[in-house]
């Protein structure tokens, strides 16, 4: 029942919160940029608690740190976005805009190699079917 | 020895979380374990090792005329260059027991790897554990086991050799388990 309430609560928080963006807004595209903003600041959070959750030197944790970098990354392209939008003295962004973009990307390829590695090492599916083998023969034995 | 009434215990549960104190010739009372699981309960399994080094094991176990092959070795004892992750056809060495985060992954995918209903997983030991980490990290490093042993359906057997300073700890430890025996 608790968690009924507090899932409701949230629901009626995030409704009014996407009103409010969406009335206060000069435009549909703002209003979207700053939902896409909300997102990333939550992602960053999320990826901070898992981070320091886990062991220093882990291998998980580096990659959390490179995927952390490319979250940043791309929030900060969200804000030049939204600065653009409004219509600010800052206009000569676009180079800016260039550079995160790509940086983004190139540490999503980091982290996304990174993950590759994880797997190659902690997947044991092709130890797995060697002893099924081995276990299937025993059997007929 | 396991004795006979420790065989019956391990025996009538399907799956359970035991803890294992060793008083005397831990060696032999480690193969004697793995020998029980491997021929009598005829299942794969997983032994994680932060006692000694997977070659040493291995040889133990292979002069003991132990199969092997059906064993998945996590090596958290031997040092690798650079402290990096490495995996071998036979084993996956850690790097150091210290990192619980990468252990814990590597026992998940492990175990959830092998197919079929009997599996094993040989934790030896929680005395390394402790010497690396502190009690409370321990502690609740086991709480975590336990409860992944359950999830993962396997005959979980936490190895720590009897020893006054540990006996706290064990006792704390013994309520996440099924069963606690000395071998």
């Not at chain 2, 391990?10 to 359970?16: C, D, N, P, T, V």
Request: glycine share 4%; net charge positive; proline share 2%.
């Amino acid at each position: 029942m608790n968690n009924i309430i507090k899932s409701l609560i949230g629901i009626v928080a995030i409704a009014s919160g996407l009103y409010v963006l969406f009335k206060l807004s000069i435009s549909i595209e703002l209003a979207v940029a700053f939902l896409s903003l909300t997102f990333g600041v939550l992602a960053i959070i999320w990826t901070l608690i898992a981070k320091y959750s886990l062991s220093p030197g882990s291998m998980l944790r580096n990659f959390t740190t490179n995927f952390l970098v490319g979250i940043i990354f791309l929030l900060i392209f969200s804000l030049t976005t939204i600065i653009r939008q409004i219509n600010s003295p800052i206009q000569n962004l676009v180079f800016i805009e260039y550079f995160l973009i790509a940086a983004t990307f190139l540490l999503f390829v980091i982290a996304a190699y990174q993950i590759l590695h994880i797997g190659k090492q902690f997947g044991f599916e092709k130890e797995a079917k060697t002893i099924k083998g081995i276990l299937r023969t025993k059997k007929r034995k | 020895m396991l004795s006979k009434e420790n065989k019956k215990k391990l025996i009538e549960l399907k799956e359970y979380v035991a803890l294992a104190t060793i008083n005397s010739k831990y060696n032999n009372a480690n193969i004697e374990l793995i020998k029980y699981m491997t021929e009598e309960v005829k299942s794969p399994g997983v032994y994680v090792t932060l006692n000694k080094p997977f070659k040493t094991i291995e040889s133990d176990l292979k002069n003991s005329k132990v199969d092997t092959r059906i064993i998945i070795f996590i090596d958290a004892v031997t040092k690798t260059v650079g402290g990096e992750i490495k995996k071998t056809d036979r084993c996956l060495f850690i790097g150091s027991p210290e990192n619980l985060s990468d252990l814990s992954i590597a026992m998940d995918q492990a175990i959830t790897s092998l197919k079929g209903k009997d599996k094993f997983l040989f934790f030896d030991s929680l005395n390394t554990l402790l010497l690396y980490n502190s009690a409370e990290t321990v502690a609740r490093f086991i709480h975590f086991l336990a409860g992944k042993m359950r999830i993962w359906k396997v005959k979980g057997i936490i190895i720590s050799l009897e020893k006054k300073a540990n006996k706290e700890l064990i006792d704390e430890l013994s309520q996440f388990c099924d069963i606690k025996f000395e071998i």
